[in-house]
């Protein structure tokens, strides 16, 4: 299976995880991840090659390239060749509509060691606009629950309607398509590349390899994004001249400029401080009050309570906290 945010330290010979927690299988984790961040994919899935390895609040290393007809040319010109596809959403499900809707999620980890239920019957709707977190103890299954509302893995049971449309036994091209067009992805670490400007970086989740998108109208959308989580200003700072929380909000943009309907955000602030985190979760919600949904992972109490909603994940079991 594929984890959305899983520790690195599991058994040898797993399926390679996306965004795994530092560890020693960090760089192919993050050639994975670049492969997919933003809902962008990237031809082949392996745009981004030679040895790239990514730390938590850096880069991407020396010797990481970028193919697939993408160019970085100069500061201002965002990136050359760029090309879109699967752009966005034409705004079809009025806001309160329903995105998501899960009912009777199973997913059985069957590994090396006796078969695991890690979900067992989760139902959860998210309606355009609305944020709910999901919160629960470490291996519970959270960002398992994130790789399959984010069509990175599949549920062995259940019904998964996104939009309107039972996807659940979708084949994995179209699913690879849904993703892309319908979620952007926030991370514990920012996956950004180091030698590329912020706006650069944002500009990449627009590399499709299918169609183009002409350069007035991509710096366009990079900037919008940018100024969407508050970082116009820095569009030409490389990463190692931001703040974590700058560079976490260089990562929002790059999965905005895509206009997804839904964020997918695994312990977004799980690297910064209190406080910096909160400008996170402020940019987050910027999202939905322009109709984005939003489902936060978080460990943090403070930030979970900023959502609309709250939800426990135990013993494979989503509940919503009621209201106090
Ligand atoms: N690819 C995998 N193969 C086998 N087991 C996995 C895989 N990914 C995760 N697991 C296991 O599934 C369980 C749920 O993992 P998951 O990463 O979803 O938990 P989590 O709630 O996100 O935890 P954390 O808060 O630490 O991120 C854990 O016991 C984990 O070890
Ligand atoms: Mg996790």
């Known amino acids: 299976m594929t984890n959305l945010n899983a520790p690195a330290d599991g058994p040898a010979g797993r399926a390679p995880r996306v965004g795994g927690t530092a560890g020693p299988s960090a760089g192919a984790d993050a050639t994975m991840e670049l492969a997919t961040i933003g809902g962008a994919a990237f031809p082949g899935g392996s745009s981004v090659s030679g040895g790239s390895s990514v730390s938590s609040g850096s ?63 989760v139902d959860l709707t998210v309606r355009a606009g609305e944020s709910v977190a999901i919160v629960g103890r470490s ?126 955000a695994d312990e977004p602030t799980g690297a910064l401080d209190t406080e910096t985190g909160a400008l996170v979760i402020d940019a987050l919600l910027g999202a939905t009050e322009r109709g984005c949904g939003l489902i936060l992972v978080t460990h943090d109490r403070d930030h979970a309570a900023r959502m609309g909603r709250i939800f426990d994940l135990r013993d494979g079991l989503l509940t919503e906290r009621v209201p106090a």
């Open 139 to 264: 291996g519970s299954g959270k960002s398992t629950l994130l790789s399959v509302v984010g069509l990175f893995d599949r549920p062995d049971s259940g019904s998964y309607v996104l939009a309107g449309q039972e996807i659940s036994r979708l084949p994995e091209r179209r699913a690879a398509k849904l993703r892309s067009s319908h979620f952007g992805f926030v991370f514990q670490r920012f996956f950004l590349l180091k030698h590329l400007t912020a706006a650069q970086n944002v500009a990449m989740a627009l590399v499709n390899g299918q169609g183009w998108l002409p350069r007035r109208e991509r710096r366009k959308r990079v900037m919008t994004a940018l100024d969407q989580v508050g970082i116009a200003h820095l569009a030409k700072n490389r990463p190692a001249k931001m703040s974590g929380g700058e560079q976490q909000r260089v990562a929002i943009a790059r999965a905005l400029v895509r206009n997804p309907r839904v964020l997918l």
């Open 59 to 121: 880069s991407v290393s020396s010797g990481s390239s970028v193919s697939g007809g993408a160019a970085v040319s100069g500061d201002e010109a965002v990136l050359g060749g760029g090309a879109v596809s699967g752009d966005g959403w034409a705004g079809e499900v009025a806001g309160g509509d329903a995105l998501i809707e899960l009912s009777g999620i199973t997913k059985v980890l069957k590994g090396q060691q006796e078969p695991r239920t890690i979900l067992d019957g």
